[in-house]
């Protein structure tokens, strides 16, 4: 039997090496977004035994360079040569005023009747980059929408893809918006015509729920334009190697045709696009939800925080990077003020230093939300359990349990006071509670515990 | 640094780099959708599709945003970003060590394109995963010059470009891996006629 040499079949090989075309899809995108706004935004990590000899070696340099100051200062003031650091203080008072640093502006007053540290602390430095991070993540989040929706590359540079990124970046930050006479230039009936038909992508995602599902108003026209071939149909170079886009090909697949049926329904609705999603989650389908929630990028903000508290557990990333993205697209929203109240529970979990101050800052939002009322408990109670000063802990629990006394948060509420109390020695104090815990909570689960307590508080 | 309302899809390369550098996140994420998949594509051509390559790949993004200041404009940012891509690459093969690996064939199975018939897809998915097992047998140096030049179709010069080498090393490279590929492929089928009677 005769074979070809080895040399050939390996050249064989890599020519099948050379014809694969590695995609990226739309999920694998969107995660790695949100894990490189997490990676990039988390501060550095340097091992602790490092940080004092840098530290040790700024201070030299700054020691350094004020001694030299001073003898170059010293220097000038006995020769008379001119100055070159500016003139020196007159006289003692001066000298001490030129010391002394500035007096910074207090910092808004905080529900605690704190200030807030503002200027150069820590605090700020790490509000200031995790704000970054933020704006990073949301900047990730939008451009993974922006290909889902459309395709990377799907346009040629300059032409305005998926409905404008302007529009969406003008829908997501207010100093993102194209600029004036951009978008009014793009006439109507091509908007339409590139704009993604969002009921074609879910009805592609979820074919069997398509006919059952409702529509908007100006859906139909859409989805029978989804139904026509695409500007990029037949074009090789847009469809070997691109992601996962939602309308090329569409006249070529099977369920085109039951999609364009969807026109003709009488039962379709129209106040919104489809609601209905399959009832069943199979691990394609928890798939398919994670890119149609990307996707969903338009949809109404009920939608988009659905998808988003779908992911609160599977991918807390993107879930995070999803909810931001809804609050900076809809901020005066009853969603917006649920979506800030997971944002900060979401970073309390994480547990890191700077995400104390993620939740802080969104408690602070959910304060003057005007949809507060509905998050107003969890939220209150959250402010108290990320506090760690032990009485200002003790002070807001009290606080919590005055304002809401039916919580279901109260029975923890009343064990955290009890237990900061019996641990600061303080058994005066803590004896009553413990046994308000006792009367009302019998069967709590801390009850062992208080039972603890109470017998080391016992005289 | 132009502000990111004035950005177009047609906006250069170096302008993104500069305002990413500068720390501006738009820019930022334009770059990640820009390159986003080809760098996935390639990076998948150099390590295989191993269930790691999201992190590396991740990985790449972040070498980016830490060495975007050093960025001066002198390459292209594409080459930059690729130099960077083979940087990540090199570690994490250098890291995982020379082994066959096995390969998931659901993930070989997302290479291969077109609509061929269930036979020619499985075949082609063992073509694969026999290139990526022999791949995965040379030293990581060799393997990235022959993959960039074999496969991916670059000239030696391109490729020492990207290699950070000198044209003659890229060359001996691709050359012995080659030969060790050979040598490989012919151990690996004595093996198995040994076996088949």
């Known amino acids: 039997m005769s074979r070809e040499p080895v040399d050939d079949r390996l050249d064989h090989l890599l020519t099948a090496l050379g014809r694969a075309r590695p995609r990226l899809d739309d999920l694998t995108r969107a995660r790695v977004a949100a894990g490189l706004a997490e990676a990039i935004g988390a501060p550095a990590a340097s091992p602790p035994r490092r940080r004092i000899p840098q530290l040790r070696r700024i201070a030299a340099i700054t020691a350094a360079a004020l001694v030299v100051v001073a003898v170059g200062a010293g220097f000038a003031s006995r020769r008379g040569i001119p100055r070159v650091l500016g003139e020196p203080p007159a006289n003692a008072h001066e000298v001490a005023a030129a010391r002394r640093p500035p007096i910074e502006p207090p910092g808004p007053l905080t529900a605690d009747g704190g200030r807030e540290r503002t200027g150069t602390g820590d605090a700020a430095r790490a509000e200031n980059r995790r704000f970054s991070k933020e704006e990073l993540r949301l900047a990730l989040l939008d451009a993974v929408r922006r290909d889902a929706l459309t395709g990377p590359g799907a346009a040629p540079p300059g032409a305005d893809r998926g409905g404008g990124p302007g529009a969406r970046a003008a829908e997501t930050s207010p100093e993102a918006a194209p600029p004036a006479g951009s978008s009014p230039a793009v006439p109507a009936q091509a908007a339409a015509t590139t704009a993604p038909p969002l009921v074609a992508t879910r009805a592609e995602l979820a074919p069997a729920a398509a006919p059952a599902g409702a529509v908007d108003a100006a859906s139909p026209a859409r989805v029978a334009t989804a139904a026509e071939p695409s500007p990029g149909h037949g074009d090789p170079s847009i469809a070997t190697g691109a992601p996962l886009r939602p309308f090329d090909d569409d006249s070529s697949r099977p369920d085109a045709a039951a999609r364009s049926r969807v026109v003709d329904d009488p039962g379709v609705r129209s106040e919104g696009i489809i609601t209905e999603l399959r009832p069943l989650r199979s691990s394609e389908s928890v798939v398919a939800d994670d890119i149609a929630a990307i996707r969903l990028g338009h949809g109404s903000v009920a939608e988009r925080y659905a998808a988003a508290e779908s992911l609160l557990r599977r991918d807390p990333a993107l879930a995070r990077a999803m909810l931001s993205s809804l609050i900076a697209g809809a901020p005066q929203a009853p969603e917006a003020a649920q979506a800030l109240l997971d944002l900060a529970n979401l970073a309390v979990k994480s547990g890191g230093t700077n995400d104390i101050y993620v939740a802080r800052m969104a408690l602070d939002r959910i304060a003057v939300h005007p949809f507060r009322a509905g998050v107003a408990m969890p939220a209150a109670y959250l402010r108290c359990a990320i506090e760690r000063n032990a009485a200002l802990l003790r002070a807001c629990l009290t606080q919590f349990r005055a304002r809401f006394p039916s919580s279901p948060y109260d029975v923890t509420a009343l064990a955290r006071i009890a237990f900061s109390l019996v641990g600061a020695g303080d058994c005066a104090a803590a004896r009553p509670l413990i046994a308000e815990y006792q009367r009302r909570y019998p069967s709590g689960d801390a009850t062992a515990m208080v039972q603890t307590w109470h017998d080391r508080c016992s005289p | ?197």
């Open chain 2, 1 to 197: 640094v132009k502000p990111a309302a004035q950005r177009t899809p047609a906006t250069p390369d170096a302008e993104l780099a500069s305002s990413a550098a500068a720390g501006d996140a738009t820019a930022f994420a334009e770059i990640y959708s820009r390159y986003a998949d080809r760098v996935f594509a390639r990076l998948t051509h150099l390590i295989g599709p191993t269930a790691d390559r999201e992190d590396v790949f991740q990985q790449v993004f972040l070498e980016l945003h830490r060495a975007l200041p050093r960025f001066r404009g002198d390459a292209s940012l594409s080459t930059f970003l690729y130099r960077i891509t083979i940087n990540v690459a090199y570690d994490h093969l250098r890291r995982r060590g020379r082994r066959a690996g096995d390969h998931d064939p659901t993930a070989l199975d997302a290479l291969i394109t077109g609509d061929p018939t269930p036979e020619d897809r499985a075949r082609r998915r063992e073509e694969l995963g026999r290139i990526f097992s022999l791949l995965g047998q040379i030293k990581p140096k060799k393997r990235l010059a022959f993959v960039l030049v074999a496969v991916e179709g670059l000239s030696l010069g391109e490729a020492a470009e990207l290699l950070g080498a000198q044209t003659d090393a890229v060359k001996q490279r691709v050359l012995h891996a080659r030969r060790e590929l050979v040598a490989l492929m012919s151990r690996d089928e004595r093996r198995i006629e040994r076996r088949v009677p």
